[in-house]
């Protein structure tokens, strides 16, 4: 039924839409054939069909995908006629039987079919090859050209995509609705998805789709490739600075920036994710469904949106209820005393009666136990339990005592001798699953379990103690969280036969315990609930009464033997009446699903239990077997009658076997907890009765809990069976399942409270929670208790229909309250399994649980994967059950996920362990193999979005600030003007003239010295021959070159004193010199280019290096990178002419330029400055005071030396103040990490200055090897200040951990400070010498994203910790500025930082020179308040001044500088200012495998790229963690996660993080994702 896509559903008139829905409706209830379906259908549509004529038949044929709408899923209702379909689907795995329900497969059908008219387009994660390879997975998606060679292919390709362009034109028909099985393109004209393996083509036809379908057909804006020909090296060098993206500071203000990222030739590049954020948002742009609430918030409090009541939403109407009684108990003569005296009786006047039948593993019956047998063996146990297991003066144990039972599933006997021993020695039985490894799901808390019952001795059979997983030396190991047990085997063999005189004590029933069964909560805790003695006889006769036994019946019991109604009928009732009862263990329904019908055949059973599954199961394999007959069955006990979902299968069961014999009255679906046990059951019919009714009930209404019978829409409905009446000898009433137990009325649902003697007493040593389950009075709505006695709370919610009968509709346990609004876990289970799931969903195994994140509760549905399911299959599954989901319970899904198969936790019978999961889950050892998480749709209570108040004038801020008093932000360092040291500063305005001065005054004094790896000096320069080298270099300038004064040339050294004599070479030859990093001979794609751009922006005459590098720009391998025939003028200057200048060059002006300061910042940007020869003395100078240089000092420096503050402490500050620098180069340390601290320790530095990479390096790799740099005698007590240079916010937690680190070698913990310097001013403060310590304060998250500042204390909740950035260096003057209206602020906001001093760089060195950004940058004013009318130079930083309380040098109160981060870098979303790096330590911190973390935003999704070092399989697990923290901590919804390899997160020099070169390679897909997350 290929059918041309083009027909699309949503573009047909309305009234053909409804037949075609009519027509599905027909298909799904099997009212017409396939076939007829088929011809139908294509009546209908042939007027709309688009003609192709003349095509290429390659293309029609390709661009046929084929399409079997959504409801032609194996119609699931088993009629005899479908009963085919079923066997042929079982092959594939079942689906899970408990949720199978026909009307609600109808329903989500019809559902599914409604979306198609409004259609959304997810896009499907990318995921990359290698990740979670599945089976055969490849298998199932048909290759791109199976036959055809590449180039054919290639051209069918073509082909197909002018036919899937000229049907998406027609129209916008999106993927969802075609199955994408079977189609002739794997990945390109069948869907918008795109495969990771992308050839090259494969992404292209999917760009093609997505932007033709985007609404209205609108191309999206292109904002993809880079010019940037870097690809991004997977392991990252030691410090790269990416080339910029074709972007230099003098034009990036004014275009805008996607009008740049085209190829070299003008032409956009298409871009696989760029379309599939593309489709993200138009699916974001579909409008939410709640509305959000226009109104006005104050800026400063974010008010999360709490859910007003729906006004319309139902209330209960009716009356108050009133307790429900059951039947009185009858009194019947020879009803026993006790449970132990009945199997006396039987025991001894009927021995050779059969009791229990086993059955082995192929169904056939292996033994079977007689009344007598289990009578003598009991005593035998008994005797051996309280005699011979101690000493005669102290024995193990006592009457009381409490004794676990481990006996396997398939071992009913021995589990029945070991439980009536125990009965008859008066201890008591805890029955528990064998344990199979020591991690088995829910173990350990098996282990608090055993731990709180005091247990100390096992009971086992020989067969399974030596299954259990034993030690090296054959000892049971210790399973995790389990007390010490003593193992004892109870078979025959190892029993004492008791004397003649010894008899067990029988007394009467009383309230003293019997056994306690375990049970597990919602939480994952597993309880002990014990039953009394007399309960224990009460319930067996209230179920005697109710199921009408009578002696010597048989019944075939399919259930667990060791708890619930499997304990109650098989193992007690069984006694009570003298019953013989067939035991059916799982192992045999695996292999033979029909062996209970079997059974009930075989021995003519009256009586069965089963649960829905083993109907299910049954009917899946009934055709193996045509003549069974279940005439004999009188009931047929349905022991999860109380599902919701449980009528169909009972439905399904009975016209499937009502044929072989089944009478319609004998179903009996019963309703049980492990608190209340039996709540009520439907008693056996009287044949022809009329059947219970059935109650179909507003699903919309019940997530209100409230009954309202469904009328308007029948997809949303629920259709549940009563279970019957109350237990007889019971009281029921529904109480409000939250807060007070107050009564319901009757059209509400409430939990069931039930009151009788049968009944759990307590859950055993855990006081508080019995009393608020096993001591309940419940109250009317005046608050007088409804009885005198307690009611116990059986955990289901239900109500009391007409006539008294009990319908339940879920469990507490399965109850999601999302939004105030209740659903029920198995109803979201059911709705999965009804979309198709047999192709996906591995055996129907789904869990669905919900977690709590921002302030309410969020849906998440998990789901094991078959094997063979191939990722469209799946990525289709997931979005319809989203669609699902959403149209019948009204709710969005948080998170789906999908794990390979078999990997969920399990419970002891192979379901799914819920908590367990839930756990894994928020631990992220999930391992998902595939991710949806809806983030967008669910959450709905974010805060409103902030508005800036318009109008408001900076000079009314300013008034406002000072009506409030508080002061203006501003701060300054000590005044130059007192501080005039000697005559050096008058004498010589040039650093040349210093030099030339130093070269005679003091020619030996040492100002270089340059270490290597092993620590030893390679090289050293005094005055003198710093002053000979620069002059020789000079003469090569003018010579080789044939320079001129003020020519540019670009300096390209590796870190050492060459790079300093040929500085001062330029100077005085008069040339400008430029420093640039040389390129790494690794890397030389991504390296090079950024030096041939700066050679070009900065219009260098000449280049100067060694003769290494100079080889290196010319080789074939630079070739390959950039185009070498165009370098200017290359000198190495390796061996010099001893020739000098006849003239030394003198500046006429201190303005002119001293040299170009080339930087790629953080954003990619490529900026150059220009420093004059006065900002050049002046800023020596300032670090002079500062730092209190003089020629005796020594300082250490490992930093780089090509731009900033780097730069002038490398090259400039020794010349100036006279002092030796020791140089290490950042990358010796990588081969000698002591060498700096060595170093420093070596020659009692007191000063010494390093980068953040360098100080990371040190902590993450000397960390655990303080003692050996103690043994080795390193010290670092002399250091005074360790200063880090940076230009961005401290890194408090960095050079915290450092300095916790190495106090224990002496660092004083006030030594580690930080700089801050920017582009306009590379230097505005550092620590200094003298002055306060640096202060660090804790200030709001929440404020800071309002631009204000709130301190708060240590620990606060939001709280982040920021240091000073060190002193204001002597002559400067910061302000805080507001960025958009340049007016200063108070002191409690956050705003650029402004900056005035002496040392300021005089402009921006630009292709362009755009004079108005020189001017907005460099020299602005204020917008008022400023008299002086001040030129200030903006930072681009945001930041904040705090008067301490601390004392400057002045004498004065001392003014903090906080920096926050750069401008540029900050992401704006819902109106508020983010600073990534918050968001990424918030990251950072939720999982152990994450390494690194960025954020970027693209249009207004916020993208979260994460480096995983752990395996690839936790790449899901980050998904949900990423987008849970970001939305706790920031109140942000992530739009995109991206999970890469470590070393992706492109890193600069300064160990900064360049985020927009990261945004372009992402764009550009280069990135080579493990996977890629789209959160819708």
């Known amino acids: 039924m290929a059918e041309p896509a083009a027909a699309g559903v949503s573009s047909l008139p309305r009234e053909v839409r409804e037949q075609l829905a009519e027509l599905e409706l027909e298909l799904s209830e099997g009212d017409i054939t396939q076939k007829g379906y088929e011809k139908k259908r294509a009546k209908l549509l042939a007027p709309y069909l688009p003609q192709t004529q003349g095509a290429d038949p390659a293309s029609q044929k390709e661009s046929r995908t084929q399409m079997p709408a959504p409801s032609a899923a194996p119609s699931s209702a088993p009629s005899a006629s479908s009963s085919s379909k079923f066997h042929r689907a079982r092959s594939g795995g079942a689906r899970d039987e408990r949720y199978r329900s026909d009307i609600h497969t109808e329903a989500v059908q019809a559902a599914l079919a409604k979306h198609k008219e409004q259609k959304m387009a997810l896009p499907m994660p990318t995921k990359r090859r290698s990740t979670f390879v599945q089976s055969p997975a490849d298998a199932c998606t048909p290759p791109d050209t199976s036959s055809a060679s590449e180039d054919e292919g290639s051209l069918r390709r073509q082909a197909a995509l002018s036919a899937a362009l000229h049907q998406s034109l027609q129209n916008a028909e999106s993927w969802i609705n075609r199955s994408v099985q079977g189609s002739s393109t794997s990945s390109s004209a069948s869907s918008t998805l795109s495969h990771g393996e992308g050839k090259g083509t494969s992404g292209s036809l999917a760009d093609v789709f997505a932007s033709a379908r985007i609404e209205s057909f609108s191309v999206p804006p292109d904002v993809t490739a880079t010019t940037s020909s870097s690809s991004c090296p997977s392991a990252r060098p030691a410090a790269v600075d990416l080339p ?172 029945m001798v070991a439980f009536y021993g125990c009965l008859l020695a008066e201890v008591i039985p805890v029955p528990i699953e064998v344990p199979l490894t020591r991690k088995d799901a829910g173990g350990q808390q098996i282990g608090f379990l055993l731990g709180s019952c005091g247990i100390a001795l096992a009971l086992t059979t020989e067969v399974c103690l030596k299954g259990l997983p034993k030690t090296q030396n054959g000892e049971i190991v210790q399973f995790k969280g389990w007390p010490r047990l003593k193992w004892v085997v109870t078979d025959s063999k190892y029993l004492s036969k008791s004397p003649k005189d010894w008899q067990p004590n029988i007394s009467a029933a009383g309230p003293e315990p019997a056994y306690i069964e375990y049970k597990t909560s919602k939480e994952g805790s597993v309880m002990g609930v014990t039953v009394s003695r007399v309960a224990m006889l009460a319930h067996c006769q209230a179920l005697s009464q109710a199921c009408n036994y009578s002696e010597g019946e048989t019944i075939v019991n399919v259930l667990d033997f060791k708890k619930d109604a499997g304990l109650w009928h098989g193992i007690l009732t069984n006694v009570m009446n003298k019953l013989h009862t067939i035991s059916v263990p799982y192992s045999v329904m695996k292999t033979c699903p029909l062996s209970w019908v079997q059974r009930v055949h075989a021995h003519k059973a009256r009586v069965a239990l089963v649960k829905c599954r083993d109907l299910h199961w049954a009917m899946m394999a009934h055709r193996d077997q045509r003549d069974v007959s279940l005439s004999s069955l009188r009931m047929l006990v349905v ?30 679906p019963c309703a049980t907890s492990p608190e209340a046990m039996t709540i009520a059951i ?7 009765a009329p059947l219970p009714g059935r109650a179909i ?26 279970v019957g009446h109350v237990m007889p000898g019971g009281m029921m009433c529904i109480v409000k399942p939250d807060g007070a137990p107050q009564l319901c009325k009757t059209d509400e649902i409430g939990e069931i409270c039930v009151s009788s003697r049968a009944g759990g007493m307590m859950y055993y040593g855990l006081a508080g929670v019995t009393k608020n389950t096993f001591e309940v009075i419940p109250v009317t709505a005046a608050g007088s208790p409804v009885a005198e006695v307690p009611f116990v709370r059986s955990g289901l919610l239900g109500f009391v229909g007409p006539g008294s009968l009990v319908f339940v509709v879920g469990k507490m346990d399965g ?26 969903v591995y055996r129907g195994r789904i869990a669905v649980f919900s977690v709590s994140v921002f302030y309410d509760e969020r849906i998440v549905v998990v789901a094991e994967q078959r094997p063979d399911a191939s990722e469209e299959d799946s990525f289709q599954w997931m979005s319809r059950v989203l669609q699902a989901i959403d149209s019948i319970h009204q709710v969005g899904v948080y998170c789906l996920a999908l794990v390979p198969a078999n990997t969920l936790p399990k419970t002891p019978l ?27 749709t669910c959450v709905t209570n974010l805060p409103k979005p902030r508005q800036k108040q318009p109008g408001v004038g900076p000079a009314s801020v300013m008034v406002g600030n000072l009506v409030a008093g508080k002061r203006i932000a501003q701060a300054s360092g000590r005044d130059l003007g007192q501080l005039e040291d000697n005559d050096l500063v008058k004498k010589h305005q040039f650093l040349t003239e210093v030099l030339q001065w130093r070269a005679q005054a003091t020619p030996d004094h040492p100002l270089f010295l340059l270490l290597n790896a092993k620590g030893t000096t390679v090289c050293t320069a005094t005055c003198l021959q710093l002053h000979k080298k620069a002059e020789r270099i000079a003469s090569v300038l003018c010579d080789k070159g044939h320079l001129n004064a003020g020519d540019n040339v670009v300096l390209l050294y590796p870190p050492g004193i060459e790079l300093i004599t040929a500085f001062y070479g330029c100077l005085y030859a008069g040339c400008v010199p430029v420093t640039v990093r040389p390129p790494h001979a690794q890397s030389l794609g991504a390296t090079l280019p950024t030096v041939r751009m700066i050679v070009e922006v900065s219009k260098a005459a000449c280049i100067l290096t060694t003769q290494t590098l100079m080889r290196l720009l010319k080789s074939r391998e630079a070739a390959a990178a950039v185009d070498v025939k165009t370098w200017p003028t290359i000198i190495d200057t390796d061996d010099l002419p001893r020739k000098r200048l006849a003239q030394l060059y003198k500046p006429p002006t201190a303005e002119m330029l001293a040299y170009l300061d080339f930087s790629v910042s953080t954003t990619g940007m490529l900026t150059g400055v220009k420093m004059s020869h006065a900002a050049v003395s002046g800023l020596c100078r300032a670090i002079k005071l500062q730092c209190e240089l003089y020629s005796s000092r020594q300082i250490a420096i490992c930093l780089d030396p090509y731009c900033g503050l780097g730069f002038v402490l490398w090259c400039l500050c020794s010349v100036y103040s006279g002092h030796q620098s020791i140089l290490i180069p950042p990358m010796e340390l990588e081969s000698n990490l002591f060498l700096w601290l060595s170093t420093v320790s070596q020659y009692k530095i007191r000063d010494t200055f390093c980068s953040y990479s360098v100080m990371e390096l040190c902590t993450k790799g000397l960390g655990n090897q303080v003692e050996m740099l103690k043994a080795r005698g390193i010290n670092l007590s002399c250091v005074r200040t360790c200063v880090v240079v940076a230009e961005e916010r401290p890194r408090v937690s960095l050079t915290h951990s450092f300095s916790k680190l190495f106090k224990d070698l002496g660092l004083s913990p006030r030594a580690v400070s930080t700089t801050f310097g920017s582009r306009v001013n590379v230097a505005i403060c550092l620590q200094g010498t003298s002055g306060p310590d640096p202060t660090t304060v804790y200030v709001d998250l929440k404020s800071l994203r309002h631009d204000r500042v709130r301190l708060v204390e240590r620990g606060a909740p939001q709280s982040l910790l920021l240091s000073e950035s060190g002193k204001i260096l002597p002559g400067v003057k910061v302000v805080i500025v507001n960025p958009e209206t340049k007016g200063p602020l108070g002191d409690s906001h956050l705003g650029e930082i402004w900056v005035n001093s002496p040392h300021t760089a005089s402009g921006y060195y630009t292709i362009y020179d755009s004079e108005s950004l020189q001017a907005d940058h460099f020299n602005t004013r204020l917008s008022f308040g400023d008299a002086a009318q001040t030129l200030w130079a903006r930072t681009g930083y945001l930041g ?78 980050l998904v949900p963690l990423v987008t849970n923290v970001v939305l706790e901590e920031h109140y942000l919804i992530v739009g995109v996660v991206v999970v890469v390899d470590p070393g992706v997160i492109p890193i600069n020099s300064r160990g900064e993080k360049q985020r927009m070169h990261l945004r372009d390679s992402f764009l550009a897909d280069q990135l080579d994702p493990i996977y890629v997350a789209y959160n819708m």
């Open 682 to 688: 439907r008693r056996p019919g009287v044949p022809g």
């Open 1440 to 1517: 904040f001044v705090r008067r301490t309380e601390l004392t400057a040098a002045s004498g004065e109160r001392h003014d903090a500088l906080y920096v926050v981060g750069a401008l540029d870098e900050t992401l704006e979303l819902r109106g508020l200012r983010y600073h990534p790096i918050d968001i990424e330590t918030s990251v950072s911190r939720t999982h152990r495998s994450i390494a690194e973390c960025a954020v970027f935003t693209w249009t207004n999704l916020l993208v979260v790229v994460v480096e995983l070092c752990g395996c690839e399989q936790e790449a899901l697990d």
């Open 697 to 722: 009930l507003s699903m919309h209404g019940l997530s209100f809990g409230v009954i309202r019978v469904n009328t308007e829409d029948k997809n949303s409905a629920l259709t549940v069976q009563d």
């Open 815 to 840: 109850l999601l309250t999302v939004s105030g609004r209740r659903h029920n876990a198995d109803d979201i289970v059911a709705t999965g399994l009804a979309v198709e799931s047999i192709k996906t």
């Open 910 to 936: 192979g379901g799914i362990h819920i908590s367990q999961t839930k756990q894994h889950f928020l631990e992220g050892s999930l391992h998902p193999c595939n991710i949806l998480m809806c983030p967008h």
């Open 639 to 668: 022991t999860d009658g109380a599902n919701p979902w449980s009528v169909s299968s009972c439905d399904a069961f009975l016209s499937l076997f009502q044929s072989h014999g089944l009478k319609p009255e004998a179903i009996c």
């Open 244 to 415: 910029p993206s074709g972007i230099v500071k003098g034009m990036h203000k004014g275009s805008n920036r996607s009008s740049l990222m085209d190829t070299a030739d003008g032409v956009p590049v298409s871009s696989r994710v760029s379309t599939k954020i593309q489709q993200l948002l138009n699916t974001l742009k579909r409008p939410k469904r709640p509305p959000l609430k226009e109104f006005f918030v104050d800026d400063f409090e974010e008010i999360v949106e709490v859910p007003q009541p729906d006004p319309n939403q139902p209330k209960p109407e009716g009356r108050q209820m009133t307790p429900v009684k059951g039947e009185p108990l009858g009194v019947v003569c020879n009803w026993p005393p006790a449970l132990e005296a009945a199997l006396q009786r039987w025991g001894t006047t009927q021995a050779k009666c059969p009791c229990l039948t086993a059955l082995d593993v192929t169904g056939k019956p292996v033994y079977t136990l007689t009344y007598g047998k289990l009578w003598s063996r009991s005593l035998k146990l008994a005797y051996t339990l309280l005699n011979k297991l101690g000493t005669k003066n102290e024995p193990v144990l006592r009457p009381g005592d409490r004794v676990a039972l481990v006996y396997p599933n398939n071992d009913p006997v021995m589990f």
